[in-house]
C-alpha cells in the first residue's frame, strides 16, 4: 500500500518523518479544494520532504472554483509547473475542464511542454467528468502521459464506500496502463478495507497519520 499525505503548506510535514507516508500532495487553501503552494512553501517542503525520503507532488491550481481556466490563468499555471520543476518536484497535480465538464485537452496540451517530462496527475476534477465519459476520458490521460488520476469515483456520493462499483470499473479499464488514487473520505482506519474491496494499491487523505 502507498499512502500520500495531503498537506497544507509546511504546518503537518514533521510528523510523517518516522510514518509509512512515501509520498506528499503540497496544497495551499485546503478549505476551497487545495491551490498552489507558493514558491517558498515549495521550496522548502521538497528539500525537508526529500532529506526524509518522501516525494512531493505539489497541486498547480490557481485559484479555488471551477476547474475551467483562461488564457491568463493557463500562462500562471505553466509559470507554477516551470517553477516546481525548478525545484525538483516529483509529480506535478493538475486538472482541466471545459464547461460541459469534459477534458480541456488543448489546456492540457498547452502545459505539457512545461512539465518537462516529470510525471503528471490529473486530480479529483476528473470525478466531475460524467460517468458515461470517464472511461474515454482515461484514455485521453493515458495519451498524454499522464501517470495517474486521483479520484472519489463520483463528485455526488460523498461516501467513498458507495463508489467500490465504479472504482472497479475504472480500475479494471485502467488495467495498469495509469495508476488510480483512492482519495476523499480515505484515513487510516479505513484505507485496507478500501483496498480490498477496490483492488487498488494507493490512497490518499488528510486522515492517514
Known amino acids: 500500500m502507498l499512502k500520500e499525505f495531503c498537506a497544507e503548506n509546511l504546518t503537518d510535514l514533521h510528523k510523517l518523518v518516522g510514518t509509512d507516508i512515501t509520498r506528499v500532495e503540497l496544497c495551499d487553501n485546503l478549505a476551497v479544494g487545495g491551490t498552489t503552494p507558493s514558491y517558498g512553501v515549495l521550496k522548502e517542503a521538497t528539500r525537508y520532504l526529500h532529506e526524509h525520503q518522501i516525494t512531493v507532488a505539489p497541486m498547480i491550481r490557481p485559484r479555488g472554483g471551477d476547474f475551467v481556466y483562461n488564457d491568463l490563468e493557463l500562462k500562471i499555471m505553466e509559470e507554477d509547473i516551470l517553477k516546481a520543476v525548478e525545484l525538483e518536484a516529483d509529480a506535478l497535480v493538475f486538472g482541466l475542464l471545459t464547461k460541459d465538464n469534459l477534458l480541456d485537452v488543448d489546456g492540457i496540451d498547452y502545459l505539457i511542454p512545461a512539465c518537462q517530462g516529470v510525471d503528471m496527475v490529473f486530480h479529483m476534477a476528473f470525478d466531475l467528468i460524467p460517468q458515461d465519459q470517464q472511461l474515454a476520458a482515461m484514455d485521453q490521460l493515458i495519451e498524454f502521459g499522464f501517470r495517474r488520476i486521483l479520484l472519489h469515483g463520483s463528485a455526488e456520493r460523498h461516501n467513498i464506500f458507495d463508489n ?46
Not at 495509469?178 to 494499491?201: A, R
Open 164 to 209: 467500490i462499483d465504479h472504482i472497479k470499473t475504472l480500475l479494471e479499464h485502467a488495467d495498469g496502463r495509469i495508476e488510480i488514487l483512492l482519495g476523499g473520505g480515505v484515513t487510516k482506519d479505513n484505507c485496507q478495507e478500501l483496498l480490498s474491496l477496490t483492488g487498488s494499491n494507493q490512497v490518499h487523505g488528510t486522515q492517514l497519520i
